[in-house]
T-cell receptor, first 109, second 116 residues
Framework: QQPVQSPQAVILREGEDAVINCSSSKALYSVHWYRQKHGEAPVFLMI?????EQKGHEKISASFNEKKQQSSLYLTASQLSYSGTYFC??????????FGQGTELSVKP | KAGVTQTPRYLIKTRGQQVTLSCSPISGHRSVSWYQQTPGQGLQFLFEYFSETQRNKGNFPGRFSGRQFSNSRSEMNVSTLELGDSALYLC???????????????FGPGTRLTVL
């Protein structure tokens, strides 16, 4: 089942912060975050695992609440280069990586 | 290390035809997954191959099929094309696949398929 992301879109000014949320109705083993710029392939940002372990980008932080089956991606002091569509992907017991619909982030000067 | 490559990058077909897309994973990666991306549906999982075996499958009709070769290269085939099959098809490779939930997937640039 596809995870649900919110918001669907957000517009920021440079330097502002944003939070993107991802929730699932099924128990999760891990949450993966990717960013896709227009016309390019999705690029890996971060993996969050059960137990609190994280692997990924130094300048991006995220949380994973296993009980609530939710994850949040925190983008602080946004830069123009942060613009793109952010996807969360969840891995459940079946081992499939299923992506949410995406959150479109636009950072304006 | 070379990234994931996909060929062709662009393809135009007509309804009823069939198409084969190719994906070469990063050297050493044994898992290849395929996704369909459309504006309204986001990234939809098609299937995953690992060591020449289909390990997982999404909710797509049987017209969508794939295979993986001994060198980990993968092909995806769509038969009897429909207008709704127009999409960006992305493949992603990883060392062991998402059954190992810590594994990172690396995406290729995609093949843009247009069905007329």
């Amino acid at each position: 089942q596809q995870p649900v992301q919110s918001p669907q879109a957000v517009i920021l000014r440079e330097g502002e912060d944003a939070v993107i949320n991802c929730s699932s109705s099924k128990a999760l083993y891990s949450v993966h975050w990717y960013r896709q710029k227009h016309g390019e392939a999705p690029v890996f940002l971060m993996i969050l695992l059960k137990g609190g372990e994280q692997k990924g980008h130094e300048k991006i932080s995220a949380s994973f609440n296993e009980k609530k089956q939710q994850s949040s991606l925190y983008l602080t002091a946004s830069q123009l280069s942060y613009s793109g569509t952010y996807f969360c992907g969840t891995v459940n017991q079946g081992g499939k990586l299923i992506f949410g619909q995406g959150t479109e982030l636009s950072v304006k000067p | 290390k070379a990234g994931v490559t996909q060929t062709p990058r662009y393809l135009i077909k007509t309804r009823g035809q069939q198409v084969t897309l190719s994906c070469s994973p990063i050297s050493g990666h044994r898992s290849v997954s395929w996704y369909q991306q459309t504006p309204g549906q986001g990234l939809q999982f098609l299937f995953e191959y690992f060591s020449e075996t289909q390990r997982n499958k999404g909710n797509f009709p049987g017209r969508f099929s794939g295979r993986q070769f001994s060198n980990s290269r993968s092909e995806m085939n769509v038969s009897t094309l429909e207008l709704g099959d127009s999409a960006l098809y992305l493949c992603a490779s990883s060392l062991e696949g998402t059954r190992l939930s810590t594994d990172t997937q690396y995406f290729g640039p995609g093949t843009r398929l247009t069905v007329l």
